[in-house]
């Protein structure tokens, strides 16, 4: 009777979730296992730091809505509990495997012990000790349940070397296929809440939809944007639901960031809010006046019941899957008359204004306006590239000028602020998307997180392009320094030649200090074959989403 190793049960159970890619670094506790997948039919993405790899494998997660996995040793695990971190706020469905110590050695001092279980925990929905090697299917399959369940995230495994190793008879292992204990089967709503939602909706006169990270685990747009035509309601995206509807549709007000979009601003004008698959969380003020109206009704639509009403109240409360109910709500709809409301005009007035603002500022001038870098990617973008935005005020400007036109193309550091995700974020999308334009944008202070992971772009040949905005600073935090104390504290740094660290690398690399310079250069880093990175001198100008930070706390103290 065929007997088989933990390693390759492992590879077995992961195979049975369709996992073809796995972002590591290898070491001392996965060696077993990375040479049993090296004779599997697997990509072994490898990286620098496993920071880096965790950050490629939430991209992948959240772009394919595949599971992410990742792999590292027990040390590496250590350095990759700030992507699990990250991966929490991202709502990705991260598996992370980290190898350690033989088990009959753990609590005596075993080489590299630390309580990984334990230090993956509050980072994780939860992480396990694999102890017996006939349950690693068992454990796999738990984690994959877990990931994917209610508001996604990661799920940490260790299981240690000898379990990797040890062999058990094939004929004692049994397999259970995902869709036996992962059902893929759409939670629906109770069709009178959906009654009771959508007669709030047909009564407002200043209704607004803010879809969030939950709205998007879909692949397709589709059934928002089947929603919006049909109720001719205004709808701002953020994080995972960017491009599901496209910026430029009629009914779109762009990205959901009120100290960037005039139009997400207006939120607080609102009298009936939606919060598709979207937190009640700081980002929105809580959802507490002056934020949202007092008097404003909410709908809130979450998978987790955790969510509803959470800080604050709702009218309408549905508990499952955010896209299927949404169908729900627009075949109900499409029973009753809606017309277009004058509402809809005075977003399209904050927004032309907006629009007026950034050309003012985008004039060709040297340094750089930060705005005038974006208006020249802008103009020679297409529909199906892909942008990734990491940093401060030079990112800042960005996300509330450049558009999302396609849904899983448009990327923007998580909720919990964590710079240095951009690079391994925009080389998992190139992997995802390898005959699309990856757009990487970068402040010059997030760069120094992860920017050896050029090296892996050169490696595996993934040829994405970096605008680094070059202001010699830590921006946003300067500019808050010098706006609360009148001075920057450990905010400066030099201007430094990232180009040339990227042309030693193996990439393509190009100064650009002058406008004229700027369109030719991003023409030749494009044509140049390799993973590119243009370090770009720009202007220390204040963003607005950093003098509403300043505004913020100086209201504060006055109180």
């Not at 690398?505 to 310079?517: A, H, K, Q, S, T």
Request: a neutral charge; hydrophobic letters at 40%; aromatic letters at 8%.
């Amino acid at each position: 009777m065929a007997r088989v190793t933990g390693s390759h049960l492992i590879c077995k159970a992961l195979k049975l979730e369709g996992v073809k890619n796995i972002f590591a670094l290898a070491g001392d506790h996965i060696l077993p296992l990375l040479d049993v997948i090296a004779d599997q039919d697997f990509h072994i993405y490898d990286t620098r730091h496993e920071q880096a790899a965790v950050h490629m494998a939430d991209a992948w997660s959240r772009i394919t809505e595949q599971p992410g996995v990742c792999m590292y040793t027990t040390p590496g695990f250590a350095n990759a509990i700030p992507g699990l971190t990250n991966a929490m706020h991202t709502e990705a469905p991260v598996i992370s495997i980290a190898g350690c110590a033989d088990t009959h050695d753990l609590g005596r001092g075993a080489q590299q012990e630390i309580d990984q279980v334990g230090m993956a925990g509050p980072m994780c929905k939860s992480s396990f000790m694999v102890h017996d090697v006939r349950r690693i299917p068992e454990f796999i399959a738990r984690a994959m349940r877990l990931a994917f369940s209610g508001r996604r995230g990661p799920v940490h495994l260790t299981i240690p070397i000898d379990i990797q190793e040890q062999s058990v008879e094939e004929a004692e292992i049994v397999f259970v296929q995902p869709d036996n204990y992962r059902p893929n089967a759409p939670v629906l709503a109770d069709p009178e809440l959906v009654r009771t939602a959508l007669g709030l909706l047909r009564a407002a006169q200043k209704p607004l939809i803010v879809a969030g990270s939950a709205a998007g685990y879909t692949l397709s747009g589709e059934t928002m944007q089947r929603f919006a035509e049909i109720t001719r309601l205004p709808i701002l995206t953020e994080e995972q639901s960017r491009g599901l509807i496209a910026d430029d549709h009629p009914y779109a007000f762009g990205y959901f960031e009120r100290g960037l979009n005039r139009a997400a601003a207006k939120v607080r004008d609102a009298d009936v809010v939606v919060l598709l698959g979207r937190k009640q969380d700081f980002t929105i003020g809580f959802c507490r006046p002056p934020h949202i109206g007092a008097d404003a009704k909410i709908i809130q639509i979450d998978p987790s019941p955790l969510e509803i009403g959470r800080n604050r109240g709702v009218d309408v409360g549905m508990v499952g899957d955010v896209t299927s109910i949404l169908k729900q709500m627009s075949k109900e709809a499409a029973n009753y008359q809606w017309k277009e409301l004058p509402w809809l005009e005075e977003l399209r007035a904050a927004r032309s204004a907006q629009a007026q603002w950034a050309e003012k500022l985008a004039r060709p001038e040297t340094p750089m306006h930060a705005l005038f870098v974006h208006q020249t990617l802008k103009s020679m973008l297409r529909p199906d590239d892909c942008l990734v935005f990491d940093g401060g005020d030079f990112c800042h400007f960005g996300r509330s000028f450049l558009p999302a036109l396609k849904p899983k193309r448009w990327f923007n550091v998580s909720s919990l602020g964590m710079l240095g995700s951009s690079l391994p974020t925009a080389l998992a999308a190139k992997v995802a998307y390898p005959a699309s334009r990856v757009f990487m944008l970068s402040g010059d202070g997030a760069f120094g997180f992860n920017g050896m992971e050029f090296d892996t772009a050169v490696r595996h040949k993934l040829n994405i392009v970096s605008i680094l905005g070059n202001d010699s600073a830590w921006g946003i935090d300067r500019q808050i320094q010098l706006g609360l104390y009148g001075r920057s504290v450990a905010t400066d740094l030099l201007q430094t030649r990232y180009d040339q660290m990227v042309q030693g690398l193996g990439g393509y690399g190009e100064f650009v200090e002058r406008p004229e310079n700027l369109e030719p250069a991003l023409g030749r880093a494009l044509a140049s074959g390799k993973p590119a990175l243009l370090n770009v001198a720009v202007e220390r100008a204040i963003s607005p989403r950093a003098e509403a930070a300043i505004g913020r706390r100086k209201a504060a103290a006055q109180k």
